[in-house]
């Protein structure tokens, strides 16, 4: 899951699978599609073309096997 950190998945299995890992990833193995968002494991800083720097509002990764 490249891209994805561990405190995501962590925060993502708290969420929706009550801290169970294991389903998390049965879900996935299962070809359900779930998404990720990237910004619950700490900011995230967006570089524009005029070298303004930016904290993102929404950085959200979906993974599917």
């Known amino acids: 899951m490249k891209g994805v ?3 995501c ?3 993502k299995a708290e969420q929706e699978y009550g ?3 294991v389903k998390l990833y049965e879900d996935l193995y ?3 599609k779930i998404e990720f968002d ?3 494991a700490g900011p995230s800083f ?3 073309k005029d070298m303004s ?5 929404k ?3 979906a993974i599917k096997f």
Do not use: A, C
């Not at 720097?53 to 509002?57: E, G, L, N, P, Y």
């Open 30 to 32: 299962n070809g359900e």
């Open 59 to 61: 950085f959200t990764r």
């Open 38 to 40: 990237l910004l619950t």
């Open 9 to 11: 998945i962590r925060k």
């Open 46 to 48: 967006d570089m524009r």
């Open 5 to 7: 950190n561990s405190g």
């Open 53 to 57: 720097i930016v904290s993102r509002k």
């Open 19 to 21: 801290g169970d890992l």
